[in-house]
């Protein structure tokens, strides 16, 4: 079955900080995608970033940096020298063969001046 | 192209009343679903749409009817509103595809008294 953790349900930093949010994904598929999207205060869903099964690579977009790793069935995603724009629920999603997008429960990152 | 919208943006309801939600979008996307987020649980599909004429339940569709009559429309049905229905939702579309990140709705803020 298609399950997404995202373990961390908050977390608190001071600006500047650096900070990484886990998501741990299960599924049986061999070709699937996985998303994070970012909630802000206002409510609305960012798509933020995909990635597919085939491809390893890590990814930086300016101060925001993605690990996979299919051997741990990881899709970290890290900020570097974090702001307080930052600050919103970050959900982790996975696609696969079955068509849903499974969303994580959320990490509620808080970004403290 | 306004993308995804969802009517009304806030709704109260009495236990027992049925109501509609609306989402259409604009964008020609085969692919829509509805979610429901609740606190600390994420979001979760409760029915979801590959193109016209077609629907599936995801996770959670107990109380809930879609319909798809047209590639633009996807509303979600509430049949008797309890209480446990009080919850933001949230309609998206994609393509079809499983690598195409979905573009969501504003939302729909529903409390069922």
């Known amino acids: 079955a298609q399950k997404v953790t995202q373990a961390q349900t908050e977390i608190s930093v001071v600006e500047k900080e650096d900070v990484t949010l886990d998501c741990v994904y299960e599924?049986?598929?061999?070709?699937?995608?996985l998303f994070w999207y970012k909630q802000p205060p206002s409510g609305e869903l960012v798509f933020l970033i995909r990635r597919n099964s085939f491809d390893e690579q890590n990814e930086i977009s300016g101060r925001y940096s993605w690990n996979f790793q299919k051997s741990t069935s990881s899709f970290n995603f890290t900020i570097t020298a974090s702001q307080v724009v930052d600050s919103a629920v970050y959900f982790c999603a996975l696609r696969d063969g079955y068509n849903k997008l499974i969303f994580g429960a959320g990490t509620r990152l808080a970004v403290h001046p | 192209n306004a993308g995804v919208t969802q009517t009304p943006k806030f709704q109260v309801l009495k236990t027992g009343q049925s109501m509609t939600l609306q989402c259409a979008q604009d964008?020609?996307?085969?692919?829509m679903s509805w979610y429901r987020q609740d606190p600390g649980m994420g979001l979760r599909l409760i029915h979801y749409?590959?193109?016209?004429?077609?629907?599936d339940q995801g996770e959670v569709p107990n109380g809930y009817n879609v319909s798809r009559s047209t590639t633009e429309d996807f509303p979600l049905r509430l049949l008797s509103a309890a209480p446990s229905q009080t919850s933001v939702y949230f309609c998206a579309s994609s393509y079809k595809g499983i690598g195409y990140e979905q573009y969501f709705g504003p939302g729909t803020r529903l409390t069922v008294t």
């Open positions: 964008m020609n996307h085969e692919y």
């Open positions: 599924t049986r598929d061999t070709t699937y995608y």
């Open positions: 749409s590959v193109g016209a004429g077609i629907t």
